[in-house]
């Protein structure tokens, strides 16, 4: 029912930010790690191509079962609760690249508790080679919701380390090409002989409600017209999280808020995002003021009302449910959205 409280914590309610596994730090020093655990038939290993994990149930993944005799129902369940493949050593091609994600903690998993994963990066030939069929391979933005807790805390873990070893191949010093060590969790140059380590970059996220308690929500320059999302973005040096969500809200709104409140923060590796969550009011001295979009980063800024939301003739789509945004609109909308998403 509309206003009444969602029954579970805000964390709960963020795709992205469960997990199900011990990151086994103290192992990313065993030497020769991935000798070590290729050499072992009970690690299990996450494939990983242009950013998108694979579906276990594919004939052409061996170790997998065989879904060819399944019987409908059982397709359309592992539709509704799609599992990500966790390969076998042996069954995983050549790779470019290998990070260890540490040990499952799931005991709803296919494997038991403290099974060791890893996830590799494989070239589009490598990919296509262990399944052809795209449509195989899913985004974490589209399946991340439907996931249990392990394989959504795998495949955003794997995709947030992967994407900082595309983006710092090289020295920053002397530009040199960097070499992975630990596990996958460092880059060392061998010219200076320094260690570069994982960066996260984070942004505040905000959902801005009025004396009339509707919320505001804005049009990014980047999306189609009728999108419409909180406003967010980067903190800057030497700048709090709560001074960057006062900041980013007047600079792209024109509107001015007061003490906002932390509701939580969700991992986004598109490509190293950390968003960090907010409710906020307007201050009531500037209530008056008009809307003032930025005109570059955001074209259209409006107040929805949760009547605004109901109503069937409204055009306007929503984050999805992989999104922060989504889970602070639904926290003050008092449940699940009516509205499509984007």
């Known amino acids: 029912m509309i206003g009444q409280p969602v029954h579970t914590t805000f964390l709960d309610t963020l795709p992205l930010s469960r997990f199900d596994i011990d990151r086994d730090h103290l192992s990313r020093d065993t030497a020769d790690l991935f000798g070590v655990l290729w050499a072992d038939d009970t ?8 950013q998108q994990a694979l579906l276990a149930g594919g004939n052409a993944i061996a170790g997998e079962a065989d879904w060819a005799g399944a019987t409908d129902p ?6 509704e609760h799609p599992t990500l493949a966790f390969l076998r050593t042996a069954a995983v091609p050549e790779y470019d690249l290998a990070v260890y994600l540490g040990t ?3 005991t709803d998993a296919p494997e038991p508790v403290g099974t060791r994963l890893v996830a590799v990066d494989l070239s589009e030939e490598a990919a296509r080679t262990l399944e052809p069929d795209e449509n195989r391979w899913v985004s974490l933005r589209t399946v991340a919701a439907e996931l249990s807790d392990r394989d959504a805390g795998a495949f955003t873990e794997a995709l947030g380390i992967l994407n900082w070893h595309h983006s710092h191949t090289h020295c920053p010093r002397c530009g040199a090409a960097t070499l992975p060590e630990k596990g996958g969790w460092v880059r060392r140059c061998p010219v200076q002989n320094i260690e570069i380590f994982p960066r996260t970059d984070p942004a505040v996220i905000v959902g801005i409600v009025d004396a009339d308690d509707r919320i505001l929500l804005g049009s990014n320059a980047l999306w189609a017209n009728n999108r419409y999302s909180l406003l967010a973005g980067f903190v800057e040096p030497g700048e709090s999280l709560e001074a960057a969500t006062v900041r980013e809200v007047f600079e792209e709104s024109g509107v001015r808020i007061l003490q906002p409140e932390y509701l939580g923060s969700q991992p986004w590796p598109f490509p190293a995002s950390l968003m960090c969550g907010f409710l906020a009011h307007v201050d009531p001295a500037s209530a008056a003021d008009p809307l003032l979009p ?3 980063e955001i074209l259209d800024v409006r107040w929805f009302s949760r009547a605004d939301l109901e109503d069937p003739n409204q055009t306007v789509l929503l984050p999805g449910s992989s999104s922060i945004a989504r889970a602070i609109i639904e926290h003050w909308y008092g449940g699940p959205l009516p509205r499509p998403t984007w």
């Open 43 to 50: 690690v299990r290993v996450l494939p990983i191509w242009n």
């Open 74 to 79: 059982e397709r359309a369940a592992a539709a």
């Open 104 to 106: 499952s903690l799931s």
């Open 294 to 296: 930025d005109g570059e």
